[in-house]
């Protein structure tokens, strides 16, 4: 048998040329993880839609089917499959085939609905792309929508405060739309805004996590799609559940405290570059809890 020295991600991003989003996080955090990023870009952007207008936005829709069937020929086989920012509703039903084509029962299948964030979409979604992310997720194991994007596909109202018992049941009513394990992120803890926490659930053994972190009044784009991908380069290495979760936490919280203390515009992003070398230590505290 072909020995395969590292694990492999197809990776159906875009590429945001400048802000640090989407495939300029993925691929230098799970290649610092040791594994293998193989991107299916589905769109090149000249910045991310985060605090940007007048952006250059080009659509790759047309290429990736092409990509795929190429893919497909050599025989390429996937330890996961991790997509993120979609453009179109096409692009999302490509997501859907490339699931299909290249899923297993021994890979694991990531969908970040990236939508929007602090209760609203951003500048290229609409209903009409929520409902067919709706459809999406029902083919993914894990699923990591922030706290706005969980409301979205729930149909639920924005709020500024969840108390334990409801986001319970918001995790459990996402895992009942498809995926085996549900993790929401940016989740206001209490009323007076101090905390924000990571919660998840596992269907599996009926367990639900809560890593909590303290709050930093900044807002960086691309902060998701960095604890996306540290999720699932942990993972990958056989972290298991909380351990990962707590891993992305720790990451994302050491990118947003190098980064608040320099005056520069929160559109460009965490300063990923000065943090990048932590994803190599072990973890050497963990703080994530059971909640009962
Ligand atoms: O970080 C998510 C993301 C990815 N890609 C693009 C985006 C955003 C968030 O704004 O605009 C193009």
Redesign the pocket.
């Known amino acids: 048998m072909m020995v395969k020295p590292v694990k492999r991600v197809a990776a159906i991003?875009?590429m945001?040329g400048f802000g640090r989003?989407?495939l300029s996080v993925v691929i230098p955090i799970l290649s610092t993880m040791k594994v293998q990023v193989c991107p299916l870009p589905t769109?090149v952007?000249s910045t991310?839609?985060?605090g940007f207008t007048d952006y250059n936005f080009v659509d790759l829709t047309d290429t990736m089917s092409a990509t795929m069937e190429h893919w497909k020929k050599l025989n390429i086989d996937f330890d996961c499959i991790y997509s993120?920012?979609l453009g179109s509703i096409k692009q999302i039903d490509i997501v859907s085939t490339f699931i299909d084509d290249f899923g297993n029962k021994d890979n694991l299948v990531v969908v970040d609905p990236?939508m929007g964030?602090n209760g609203d979409l951003?500048q290229?979604m609409d209903k009409a792309m929520v409902e067919n992310m709706k459809k999406l997720i029902k083919k993914a194991d894990i699923i990591t929508p922030n706290f706005t994007e969980a409301i979205y596909l729930l149909d639920e109202e924005y709020r500024d405060y969840i108390d334990e018992e409801k986001i319970k049941d918001w995790l459990m009513r996402l895992s009942d739309m498809g995926p085996n394990i549900v993790i929401i992120t940016s989740v206001p803890e209490d009323k007076e805004h101090k905390k924000t926490s990571v919660v998840a659930y596992d269907r599996g053994c009926n367990r639900f996590w809560k890593v909590s972190c303290q709050y930093i009044p900044a807002h960086f784009?691309?902060t998701?799609?960095g604890f996306t991908s540290v999720l699932v380069g942990s993972l990958l290495q056989g972290d298991s559940l909380p351990i990962a979760l707590d891993r992305g936490v720790q990451f994302i919280t050491s990118c947003i405290r190098a980064s608040y203390g320099f005056d520069y515009p929160e559109r460009e992003g965490v300063l990923l570059e000065l943090v990048l070398e932590n994803l190599k230590m072990p973890v050497l505290m963990s703080s994530y809890e059971l909640l009962g």
């Open positions: 991003h875009d945001s989003a989407s769109a952007l991310h839609t985060g993120g920012f990236v964030d951003y290229t784009p691309g998701g799609d």
